[in-house]
């Protein structure tokens, strides 16, 4: 039977997320990170575990049928491999900083300056697309640094809470993208394996729609039903069961996780009561 070769970064920000979602999903692996390959125990699936920068190149030459990557990595590198859902983890941007007492106003006062970067071809784009000529230098890590050390008057790399620039003294000056890790599979996949590609797809929407999403039950007195029901989004319609007691009712729904302290508040304001608020692993619908 087929099996579905499998990329997943070996060790780094993605690996504990990587391996989270395949067990949410119901796989079960067999061994630790120490092994480069790992069987499924349960479903037809190879685990490789690769050097996230190295996982563009495998994909493209169809030595891995799929891959959990940083969508910025495959933006880099990764021609035209397909992106096959985004996974909703290790979201970051990737942007131009300068000195803080730099003068910035556009793109054109990089005209002529220095950048350093590990992402050369995603800011060549931004540079072409913006008319701007600019010298590139090359650097694979610690590239707030080079301002510092007169490497560069500028660096393009990963901002997320934006703490690393600014303990460099650096400021965000344009985005060039934003990413976060997603599965991608490799123009090279054979049919037989996009079809269990597929099924981790679906089981995947399944578990981030789970927890995104939260399971609602609480107690109503029935003449505030109409009005509660009217705060609540469910998937379709809310269910209502009657309680032992008499003039009340159980009311159980999903709501979205970020909606979820605003729509409790304005349910206790119209009588609701005993609110219970349960995660959910999957929802299928
Ligand atoms: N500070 C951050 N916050 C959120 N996501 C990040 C951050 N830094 C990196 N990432 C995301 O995680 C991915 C992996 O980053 P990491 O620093 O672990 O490894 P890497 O140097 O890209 O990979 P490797 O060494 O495996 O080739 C990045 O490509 C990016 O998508
Ligand atoms: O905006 P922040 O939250 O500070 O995150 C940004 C930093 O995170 C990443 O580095 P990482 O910590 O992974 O180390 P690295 O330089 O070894 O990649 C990235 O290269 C930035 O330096």
Not at 18 to 32: E, F, H, R, T
Not at 115 to 128: G, H, K, W
Not at 194 to 210: A, M, P, T, W, Y
Not at 232 to 245: D, F, H, I, R, Y
Request: charged share 25%; proline share 4%; hydrophobic share 40%.
């Amino acid at each position: 039977m087929s099996k579905l070769k499998i990329a997943v970064q070996k060790s780094g920000r993605l690996y504990d997320e990587s391996m989270q979602i395949l067990k949410d999903i119901g796989i079960s692996i067999d061994n630790g990170r120490d092994q480069l390959k790992a069987s499924a125990k349960n479903f037809p699936l190879e685990v490789f575990y690769l050097r996230n920068g190295d996982i563009p190149q495998y994909l493209k030459d169809g030595v891995v049928d799929a891959a959990i990557i940083g969508e910025n990595v495959l933006i880099e590198k990764g021609g035209d491999i397909q992106i096959v859902q985004k996974l909703g983890f290790s979201s970051c941007k990737v942007s131009i900083a300068v000195p803080k007492s730099a003068k910035y106003a556009s793109m054109q006062d990089l005209e002529g300056k220095r950048i350093a970067t590990s992402y050369p071809n995603t800011v060549q784009q931004f540079l072409d697309k913006n008319n701007v000529n600019a010298q590139l230098h090359i650097i694979n890590g610690s590239v707030e640094i080079a301002p510092n050390i007169g490497l560069a008057d500028a660096i393009v790399d990963i901002v997320s809470s934006g703490s690393t620039l600014f303990k460099n003294g650096l400021k965000e000056v344009e985005v060039l993208l934003k990413s976060e890790a997603v599965l991608a599979s490799s123009p090279l996949i054979s049919e037989a394996n996009s079809d269990i590609l597929n099924i981790i797809k679906f089981r995947i929407e399944s578990v981030l729609k789970g927890r995104r999403s939260k399971y609602v039950l609480l107690n109503a007195p029935n003449d505030k039903l109409d009005e509660i029901i009217a705060i609540l989004p469910g998937m379709k319609s809310p269910t209502v069961l009657p309680l032992a007691q008499e003039g009340w009712s159980s009311v159980h729904t999903v709501i979205d996780k970020n909606k979820f302290w605003e729509i409790i508040d304005e349910l206790k304001g119209h009588g609701a009561e005993g609110i219970l608020v349960c995660p959910i692993d999957n929802m299928v619908l």
